[in-house]
């Protein structure tokens, strides 16, 4: 099994602030993350004034603002994003930030930025799914809210540029119940469109995530904050650091445990082999010149010798007569 991606989804958790945003790349890198990924974008260029917050926005962070007034507060500035992408090199974890329009993505791309996040409200965006082929970089397309046919016609688009493309199956509902994650469905599109599949998990706990690293995703992302109760609107569905180095320890176990999927014994079963199998001993005493039956005959732990797991009727045929030497009860036929 490949090593999974794991993407420590920092998103707008920073609040505007570039301090608390270092201290998420921090947080990524000590809980053991792959990627810490953020979200670029101008409110001007992302939402009309007239736009209205999603019903967990309005939840999380009340109605006294509109959705542009709530995205303006969140925006990092492109200066911003630099020192981030100097910060992760330095911290040794890799840089990603979802781009929300097209100058954006240059602007990332420029920096170094080596994969291209497309988040799943961008499916649908013919311009800015041209400018990710032009740029013919790899990339990790989310696909909440999606149909197959939508899903179809991004890669239609994206496949121009021969990108390497990761299918993220993910719900957005913020948290998703479980009985909405439907985690099948990144079965489904790996067989359907014939990419790479991963999960983008915005359930509540862990569990789903780990279950999707034994389903075979190759990326997992999930939202990281420092602390579920700061204002703003996806605090409360993210993982704290702790929670997040559980999930990921979590994953790793998932990776040894999935192995080479040859069915053979591991070496330390070899050991316990011969301790444990049974083998062919004198259920009572035989005599020299005796013939070998299945009355005088039965299976018992000891050393090792001749496998019972031979059909009963050839057992005759294959021990013959006790010719050699007299067995008493529970001795082991010789080989």
């Known amino acids: 099994m490949n090593k999974i991606m794991i993407i420590a989804e920092a998103g707008v958790n920073h609040n505007g602030d570039l301090n608390i945003a270092r201290q998420l790349v921090d947080a990524a890198w000590a809980a053991g993350a ?12 992302l939402a009309a004034p007239s736009a209205k917050k999603a019903e967990y926005q309005s939840r999380n962070t009340g109605n006294n603002n509109s959705q542009y007034e709530m995205l ?7 200066k911003d994003f630099k020192v981030l992408s100097q910060y992760c090199a330095l911290r040794g974890i890799q840089f990603l930030s979802s781009p929300f329009d097209e100058e954006s993505m240059e602007y990332l791309v420029s920096l ?11 499916i649908t965006n013919y311009c800015y799914l041209k400018k990710a082929a032009e740029l013919k970089k790899p990339v990790i397309l989310s696909t909440g809210m999606s149909s197959p046919e939508e899903i179809g ?27 909405d994650v439907n985690l099948n469905a990144m079965l489904t599109m790996r ?3 014939h990419k ?16 999707a690293a034994a389903l075979g995703a190759c990326v997992i992302e999930k939202h990281m904050t420092l602390d579920k109760t700061m204002p703003g609107p996806d605090h409360r569905m993210s993982l704290e650091p702790d929670e997040f180095k559980c999930m990921v320890d979590s994953i790793r176990n998932i990776e040894k445990a999935m192995g080479s999927g040859i069915k053979a014994p591991a070496l ?27 009355e005088n005959l039965c299976a018992k732990r000891c ?15 294959i021990l013959g007569t006790c010719a050699d030497r007299d067995y008493r009860k529970d001795e082991k036929i010789a080989e």
């Open 268 to 294: 330390e079963e070899l050991k316990n082999r011969d301790h444990v199998r049974k083998f062919l001993i004198a259920a009572k005493d035989i005599q020299m010149g005796e013939p070998f039956t299945m």
């Open 303 to 317: 050393s090792p010798g001749i496998s019972p797991g031979i059909s009963p009727m050839k057992l005759p045929q």
């Open 191 to 193: 067989e359907a469109f």
């Open 196 to 211: 790479k599949t991963g999960y983008s998990d915005h359930t509540a706990g862990i569990e789903v995530a780990v279950a």
């Open 153 to 179: 016609e991004a890669l239609n688009l994206l496949d121009t540029g021969g990108q390497d493309i990761t299918l993220l199956h993910c719900s957005s509902i913020y948290p998703t119940p479980l009985e």
């Open 112 to 122: 170094g930025m080596e994969i291209i996040k497309i988040p799943s409200g961008e």
């Open 72 to 78: 303006k507060d969140l925006e990092l500035s492109w």
């Open 34 to 45: 792959d990627a810490v990924k953020f979200q670029t974008f101008r409110a001007e260029l």
